[in-house]
């Protein structure tokens, strides 16, 4: 199998997406990130100059020069914080559905025939389904608003917070995108979580360019799908092999 870049993998994704054997799976996580973050960044944009001149005043007089520094770093910030926010609450409505792309995806990379699971497998996977995705929310809150109160330190804090939660971020979702694929094996988040680490240039440039375009206006409305459909290339490509039989029987 031909191996790629983190963001080779997510133009890949781009491509699997828009097959003809997958797109009808990519229509419901479509939707709910269509409807969630594009309500919140139009709230953003109607609220976002207001924020920044406030949090610029703040700072003391003999540090307003940062504010031609900070401007920039506090718009990409603010566009990063609530598109990671409401990207991660559109990946919890549609948790039940990224995990099926994953599985069409799979199945087509594999060349093998799908299941022919019905609406009632769905729902009977629900509860483990959204335990994974506490499971999730509980490894990101605490460095979430770790990060959120360093931004709230005047100078120092408004400089370093946009770098440290670029890089975040990018993690962030790698993690978030990387599991539906490695959830759907029973793999436990720790061993996931560890296997991600083993291979991280290819983890940071992935979540990093996912995290790029969820920020930019309208094409944030596709990135959905787009990085489960990357992730699950990569769980196939690179992660599964490195998945011992062993690792697998450990609890999350």
């Known amino acids: 199998m031909k191996k790629r870049s983190g963001i080779g993998y997510f133009i890949y994704g781009a491509q699997l997406a828009l097959s003809p054997t997958i797109r009808r799976f990519v229509l419901m996580p479509l939707l709910a990130n269509i409807l969630l973050v594009g309500s919140a960044l139009w709230y953003l944009f109607s609220q976002l100059q207001g924020w920044i001149a406030h949090w610029i005043g703040e700072l003391p007089s003999y540090l307003t020069w940062l504010s031609y520094v900070l401007w920039p770093l ?4 603010i566009l990063a914080t609530f598109s990671y926010f409401f990207s991660t609450l559109a990946n919890l409505i549609a948790a039940p559905f990224n995990g099926l792309l994953a599985e069409r995806v799979e199945y087509h990379l594999r060349d093998l025939p799908p299941p022919n699971d019905g609406i009632a497998e769905l729902l009977k996977d629900l509860p483990r389904v959204f335990r994974r995705e506490w499971r999730k929310l509980r490894y990101v809150l605490p460095k979430a608003i770790g990060l959120f109160i360093l931004l709230l330190i005047p100078a120092l804090g408004q400089t370093l917070a946009p770098l440290l939660w670029f890089a975040f971020t990018a993690w962030m979702l790698t993690v978030q995108y990387c599991d539906y694929p490695f959830d759907n094996h029973k793999v436990p988040f720790d061993t996931m979580r560890r296997t991600l680490k083993q291979n991280q240039i290819k983890s940071y440039s992935f979540g ?14 596709f990135v959905m799908p787009i990085a489960v459909c990357g992730a699950t290339a990569m769980w196939v490509e690179e992660y599964q092999p490195q998945i011992t039989p062993h690792s697998q029987t450990q609890t999350t």
């Open 74 to 77: 506090m718009v990409l910030t």
């Open 208 to 221: 990093a360019v996912v995290s790029v375009f969820t920020t930019v206006p309208v094409l944030n409305l």
